[in-house]
Nanobody
Framework: QVQLVESGGGLVQAGGSLRLSCAAS????????FGWYRQAPGKQRELVAV???????NYADSMKGRFTISRDNAKNTVYLQMNSLKPEDTAVYYC?????????????WGQGIQVTVSS
């Protein structure tokens, strides 16, 4: 089992920055992929960014150039640096961890953290 705890959310003005953190505990040795997702009111959950053990990253098009995902393997923590925030970035942001060595892969979610961007 893996437990994920997000932190760093809050209220920020448009154009500002926030840094989200997600600390993993439990069976962290087998986590291969970390990701951030978000869900705005009335919308489906969507991918923000993912990072694998090798440090390769992938971003949703609307986040490229503004958001940066990174991980500290020693601390079992993944980060999401969000710059040039827009009101449409307002959402609950969720951390995700996937253990791909299992079949089917095991996926874990954090409780979510609110990010609100005011105009």
């Amino acid at each position: 089992q893996v437990q994920l705890v997000e932190s760093g959310g809050g209220l920020v003005q448009a154009g500002g920055s926030l840094r989200l953190s997600c600390a993993a505990s439990g069976d962290t040795f087998s986590i291969n992929v970390f990701g951030w997702y978000r869900q705005a009111p009335g919308k489906q959950r969507e991918l923000v960014a993912v990072i694998n053990n090798g440090g390769s990253t992938n971003y949703a098009d609307s986040m490229k150039g503004r958001f940066t995902i990174s991980r500290d393997n020693a601390k079992n923590t993944v980060y999401l640096q969000m710059n040039s925030l827009k009101p449409e970035d307002t959402a609950v942001y969720y951390c995700n961890a996937v253990q791909t060595d299992f079949f089917p892969p095991r996926s874990y979610w954090g409780q979510g953290i609110q990010v609100t961007v005011s105009s």
